[in-house]
C-alpha cells in the first residue's frame, strides 16, 4: 500500500479571524488529496506583543524527520521583519520541499494573491458607486508585500480619478485589531473629516468599528458620519458585524487546493510552476453604504462553538498532575477530539525569545518527555519507559503516528511567560476551532502551576536530604571530639600493658624477682585490661547507639502523627517507666491538639522523655519541688513548641557551650552523654526544627524543641 504523505503547514493562528477559513480549507483540501497535517500554529515573528512572540518557538520544531513537504503563510509569518531576517529564518528548512503562500522564495513554489486588483475595485467602488472622493487610508505592515501591494492600489485608483493624494488621513498599521481600534479613536476624538476609510484588513477594520460603537455608547461621540469602512480578506467575522463589513475576499478554497497539490507534486520530483497568481474579488455589504445583499451569508457553522457551556478556565483548574490530566481527559471527550499527546522538555524549563530563529545555531531542546496520551478516544493509563522519551520534533513518539488512517495534528508551545517548558498535539477531527487555544492556555497555565509544586516538592526533599546531612555531620563530629579520650585511654593502656609483657618476659629465670612481683605484674596487666573493656563497652555502645540514630536519620518514611497522639504516648511512657515513677508531670496545651506533624511519632516520644529523664534526674532528693516536671504545648506561627521545664539544680556553667556540640554528662559511668547530642540531631535532621534551652529565672532549666506543624 501507498505510504500516505504527512505535510507540514506553518500558521499564525488557525482561531482567530483571517486564517480561521484559511485553517479549514486547507483541512478541506488535505482530505480531498488524501494527506495528513501537522499544523504548526505559531505567530508572526518579531511581532511586539510578548505573547505571541512565545507562539513561534513551534517552529523551530519543523523538521524533515517527520514531514514529507512544509506549506508556508509566509507573507503572515514574515510582516514585522526584514530582508535579512527572513534569509536567516527559512535557511532553517534546507532541504524540505516548500510552497510559500503571499511571498515569492527562491527554492519555492509559490503561491500569490492579487491583493491589487481585488483592492483597486473596492477603491473603485467608493469612488464610482458612492461618489466618494476624500477616501481615508490604513496600511499594514510595511515590510509585507500584500500590504504594500494594497497600498500601491490605492494610490493608483486616486490616481486615475484625479483625487489628490492628503497623507493627514493616511495611517500606519499593522494588520492588528487593537491597532485599527486605536487609529478609529483617534480619527473620532479629532474630528478627522472623510467620505470612507479602508482598511488594509479586516482585523484592523472591525477594531475600527468596536471603536466607533464604544464611543457612541460610553462617551456620546457623534461617529454619524465615521461609518463608511471597508476591509480585505473577508475573514469569517467581517459577516459577523452589523452592518457586516465590505471587503475583498481571497480565494481560501483555491489556495489551498493549489498549495496541498503543489507541495505533494513537488514531494513526488514533478514539475511545478515557480509562481501561481490567484485573483481576489470584492464582496459589497452594508458598510460602504450599500443595501444588504440577502441572498447568501458566508457565516460557516465551522466558526461558532459546537459545544456550548463549557468553560476550559473552570474544568481545567488544578495544580494537581493527576487530577489534570482526569480533568483534560473529560474535556476532549466532550469535545470530540480523538487524540491529545502532552510533552515537556527533559532538560526542564528554557527561556525563548522569537529572535533565536534567526540564529542556525539555535535549536529546541533534543529531547522531550511524554507525560499524557489520549489516543483514538482513550487515555493511556501508563506510558511505557521505551517511549516515554523521544526526539522533540518527532512531535509524538512513532507508536502515536497512525499507519491506517490519515489524521491531523495541532502543535501549539507551552510556556508561562517566556519560560518554556513543552508542547501539547492535539488530533482535529471536527471544525470546532474555538476550543484549541482556550484548551492551550489553560493546560500550559495549569501545567505550570502542577509542575512549579512538584519542583517545590523536590527542592523540599533536596532542602531536608541537606539537613540530615548537615545534622549527620554535627552529630559525628560531636561524637568524635567525645570519643578521642577513650581513644588515647586505649592507646596509652596498650602501651602500659605492652611495658608490663616486656617486663613480665625479663623476670623469667630471674632469681632476684619473687612471686610476690610477679603476682604485681599480674594485677596490674588485670587492671589495664579491665579498664580496655570499659572503654571498648562505651565506645560500643555509643556506636550501637549512633547507628540506630544514623538509620532513623536517612529513612526516607514519612509518616505523621497529631500533638493529642504524642501527648498520650508520652503519659504512657512517664506512668510505666521504672525510671519515671517518681515523676510529677503535669502537661499544659494552648493549640489545637488535632494539629498534625511530620515524622515518626516514636522518635519524637523518645527524645521528649529523654527530656523528662533529665529533669527528674537534675534533683536533689532532699529538694522540696523534687521531681516536678511541666510540659507546655503551644503554636508559634507555623511552629508547634514543646518546652519541657524543671526547677531543678539547673545546668553546670562549664557544660552549657558544649551541649548538642559534644556528649555532656554529669552522670558519670552512668550515662555517655548521647541522649541531647541525638535528639539535637534528629530534631533537626529529621524534623527540620529547631532544639534550644535557657535557664528559668526562678531555678531549673527549660529545654524546648520546636517542628512545623503540616499544612491542614
Known amino acids: ?78 510582516s514585522f521583519i526584514d530582508e535579512s531576517e527572513f534569509k536567516l529564518f527559512i535557511s532553517r528548512f534546507k532541504g524540505i520541499p516548500l510552497v510559500s503562500i503571499g511571498k515569492v522564495l527562491s527554492d519555492a513554489s509559490n503561491i500569490l494573491i492579487d491583493n491589487k486588483e481585488g483592492m483597486k475595485e473596492e477603491i473603485r467602488h467608493l469612488v464610482n458607486h458612492h461618489g466618494y472622493r476624500k477616501i481615508a487610508f490604513v496600511r499594514g505592515p510595511k515590510n509585507n508585500l500584500e500590504a504594500i501591494e494594497r497600498y500601491d492600489a490605492y494610490l493608483e485608483v486616486l490616481k486615475e480619478n484625479d483625487i489628490k493624494i492628503d497623507q493627514d488621513i493616511i495611517f500606519e498599521g499593522d494588520f492588528i485589531s487593537r491597532t485599527g481600534y486605536e487609529i478609529m479613536k483617534d480619527i473620532v476624538i479629532k474630528d478627522i473629516y472623510y467620505d470612507a476609510i479602508v482598511f488594509s484588513n479586516d482585523d484592523m477594520a472591525l477594531g475600527a468599528t468596536k471603536a466607533l ?203 508561562f511567560n517566556n519560560e518554556h517548558f513543552g508542547f501539547i498535539c492535539i488530533e482535529i477531527v471536527n471544525d470546532d476551532v474555538l476550543d484549541f487555544e482556550p ?71 630471674d632469681s632476684n624477682v619473687t612471686n610476690v612481683d610477679h603476682h604485681e605484674i599480674s594485677d596490674e596487666m588485670k587492671m589495664w585490661i579491665k579498664r580496655l573493656k570499659d572503654y571498648n563497652s562505651y565506645m560500643s555502645g555509643v556506636i550501637s547507639t549512633v547507628k540506630r540514630q544514623a538509620v532513623q536519620l536517612n529513612s526516607d518514611t514519612t509518616n505523621e502523627f497529631s500533638v493529642s497522639e504524642l501527648i498520650d504516648k508520652v503519659e504512657f511512657l512517664v506512668q510505666n517507666s521504672i525510671k519515671l515513677k517518681k515523676c510529677n508531670l503535669n502537661i499544659e496545651t494552648n493549640i489545637n491538639t488535632k494539629i498534625l506533624i511530620e515524622g515518626a511519632l516514636a522518635n519524637l516520644v523518645q527524645i521528649i522523655d529523654n527530656l523528662i529523664i533529665n529533669a527528674v534526674e537534675s534533683y536533689d532528693e532532699k529538694d522540696e519541688n523534687a521531681y516536678r516536671v511541666n510540659m507546655f504545648v503551644y503554636l508559634d506561627g507555623n511552629m508547634v513548641v514543646f518546652k519541657i521545664r524543671d526547677y531543678g539544680r539547673g545546668i553546670f556553667s562549664e557544660y552549657k557551650d558544649k551541649i548538642f556540640k559534644h556528649m555532656i554528662t554529669s552522670k558519670g559511668k552512668n550515662g555517655t552523654g548521647l541522649s541531647l547530642l541525638l535528639s539535637y540531631s534528629t530534631i533537626k535532621g529529621k524534623y527540620r526544627g529547631e532544639m534550644w534551652f535557657e535557664d528559668a529565672k526562678d531555678g531549673g532549666t527549660a529545654f524546648y524543641i520546636s517542628i512545623p506543624a503540616k499544612k491542614q
Open 439 to 509: 484548551l492551550r492556555g489553560q493546560v500550559s497555565n495549569s501545567l505550570k502551576g502542577a509542575l512549579m509544586l512538584l519542583e517545590r516538592e523536590n527542592m523540599q526533599k533536596v532542602l531536608l536530604e541537606s539537613e540530615r546531612l548537615a545534622s549527620l555531620g554535627h552529630l559525628i563530629g560531636g561524637i568524635s571530639h567525645n570519643l578521642m579520650t577513650p581513644i588515647m585511654s586505649i592507646s596509652g593502656a596498650t602501651s602500659v600493658i605492652e611495658d608490663l609483657v616486656n617486663e613480665y618476659k625479663e623476670s623469667i629465670g
Open 213 to 415: 460603537k464604544d464611543l457612541s455608547k460610553v462617551h456620546n461621540f457623534d461617529v454619524s458620519k465615521k461609518n463608511v469602512i471597508c476591509g480585505f480578506d473577508d475573514s469569517i467575522n467581517s459577516s459577523f458585524t452589523k452592518p457586516p463589513l465590505t471587503t475583498v475576499r481571497q480565494p481560501f478554497e483555491e489556495i489551498c487546493d493549489c498549495s496541498i497539490r503543489m507541495i505533494l507534486d513537488k514531494i513526488d520530483g514533478k514539475k511545478t510552476d515557480r509562481v501561481v497568481k490567484v485573483p481576489s474579488a470584492l464582496v459589497v455589504r452594508e458598510t460602504c453604504g450599500c443595501k444588504p445583499d440577502k441572498a447568501s451569508s458566508n457565516i460557516s457553522d465551522s466558526y461558532l462553538r459546537l459545544v456550548p457551556n463549557i468553560s476550559m478556565h473552570e474544568n481545567i483548574q488544578t495544580y494537581s498532575l493527576e487530577s489534570l490530566y482526569n480533568k483534560i481527559t473529560e474535556i476532549l471527550k466532550i469535545c470530540n477530539l480523538r487524540s491529545c499527546f502532552i510533552s515537556t522538555y527533559a532538560e526542564g524549563t528554557v527561556i525563548y525569545k522569537d529572535h533565536y530563529l534567526f540564529d542556525l545555531s539555535y535549536e529546541v531542546p533534543k529531547k522531550s518527555e511524554l507525560i499524557y496520551a489520549f489516543y483514538n478516544e482513550k487515555k493511556a493509563e501508563y506510558i511505557e519507559e521505551n517511549i516515554k522519551y523521544f526526539n522533540t520534533k518527532d512531535i509524538v513518539p512513532d507508536c502515536y503516528i497512525p499507519n491506517d488512517r490519515r489524521f491531523i495534528y495541532l502543535v501549539n508551545p507551552l510556556f
Open 1 to 78: 500500500m501507498k505510504k500516505r504523505k504527512t505535510i507540514g503547514v506553518m500558521v499564525t493562528g488557525i482561531d482567530g479571524n483571517y486564517l480561521t477559513h484559511f485553517w479549514l480549507m486547507m483541512k478541506k483540501a488535505s482530505e480531498q488529496y488524501d494527506c495528513n497535517l501537522i499544523v504548526y500554529d505559531g505567530r508572526a515573528l518579531k511581532y511586539n506583543a510578548e505573547a505571541d512572540g512565545n507562539h513561534t518557538i513551534v517552529y523551530g520544531f519543523v523538521d524533515k524527520s517527520r514531514i514529507d513537504g512544509l506549506i508556508m503563510t509566509s507573507s503572515a509569518i514574515t
